[in-house]
């Protein structure tokens, strides 16, 4: 109780003192927006004094979410013994106590199921991937595959919340949020941290995409992700209403910014500093977003890299590319989301339909990027948030799909720091276990933060009477995959 009165009276002294001081931070806002040119205002978000806390290895970063859980032992991570083993069940020896979801936990019978296709070594450094994967392939000497990522997690949302914001429940920072509170923003004219999402083509098996994933929790609202829309504008309402000119916009938003910062020197509530910076970046929006969106400046062969879709709005590809034209621009942190991976009783037909929508634009927006010399100082990341089974999930006689596995599973990362053409960590003869350098949750957000120059464990916010960050309370940085 004492604790509580005393962190109440915190807030309201707080609050007096940036209502009342000529110094404080409202105050400095308000002048920063009033008494400068209207295209130096609030330009760029000043990160947190002493980020980063060394030199960073990547500037930028992409997160090519794939919701579902892609099958690590259909694309990533061959095993031959499931082949031996087919429609046999998995030793006891082996499934041990693992958790798994209620749709498979009571199964009476484990059969191995084989990779639906085959796998083959692409590259000099001779990686095998699935015949499913051959863009990516053609990459594997760029890019570094982590075969031995684990997570609690058992279902799809509490699993994505789990990678995203580092708890298993709604409610924390996500990565992009964290990122942007320390590091700031670099473009004046575009967010810090974007998110835009896709779905599979057949609408099968697609995940619902919660505002949380990108959210920014208990931090300021600014450093939330800005969802570009898959459908009609990019964002809406960033034309000016018939017959209102620019000039009497820009009026309109002064006015505005005036009245707001006088309620800012008033209470001091940091959300209305939000407010006056949201207003100001949609105006400088209303130019770039048009500019982000004018592909005539793209070459065929670059367009044609991305893809058939490349130019179709709303999907993977599209995606992709304007992820690229983000980066160009000074956007720190793109998240592209995408449903589709949950093959429970369709592996058969869906798996392979995911990896041509997906892993083509995946493989080109890494060789886009290196060409145009941005690949070392950009961390591109794949995964989900969670594996697939290595047995067959239904009929034990004609399994149709697997079901969710976080024991152990797959990512790819780019880029950024990250050491190429390796193949980090391995699982036991079925998949099953972990047998060399397991990646967990937290590590692997660890090592996104140091990768970006941040010490996980130095990047906190007080909330509820404690700091919290993104790795609560654990977390090691994975030397091993670092150039």
Known sequence: MHELLAEQMQRLNRRQFFGTSATGVGVAALASLLGQSHSTALGREQGLPGLPHFAPKAKRVVMLWQGGGPSHVDLFDDKPMLREWAGQDIPDSIRGTTRLSTMSSGY?????????????????????????????????????????????????????????TGAQVPGRPSLGAWMSYGLGNESENLPAFVVMTSSDRAKTCGQLFFDYYWGSGFLPSRFQGVRFRNTGDLVPYLANPPGVSVGANRALLDDLAAMNAAHLHECGDPEIETRIAQYEMAFRMQTSVPDLVDFSGETKRTLDRYGVDALSKGTFANNCLIARRLLERGVQFVQLMHAGWDQHSNLFTQLEQQCLDTEGPSAALVQDLKERGMLDDTLVIWGGEFGRTPFGQGNPTNPKGRDHFGRAFSWWMAGGGVKPGLVYGSTDDFGWNITSDPVHVHDMQATILHLCGIDHTRLTFRYQGRQYRLTDVHGEVVQGILA
């Not at 083959?120 to 990516?136: A, D, H, T, W």
């Not at 990459?139 to 279902?155: F, G, K, L, P």
């Open 108 to 164: 009476a019978n484990w059969p191995c199921q084989p990779a639906i296709k085959p796998h083959k070594q692409y590259g000099k450094s001779g990686v095998m991937l699935s015949e499913m994967l051959p863009n990516v392939g053609s990459i594997v000497d760029d890019i570094c595959v982590v075969r031995s990522m684990h997570t609690e997690a058992v279902n799809h949302a509490p699993g994505v919340t789990f990678f995203l």
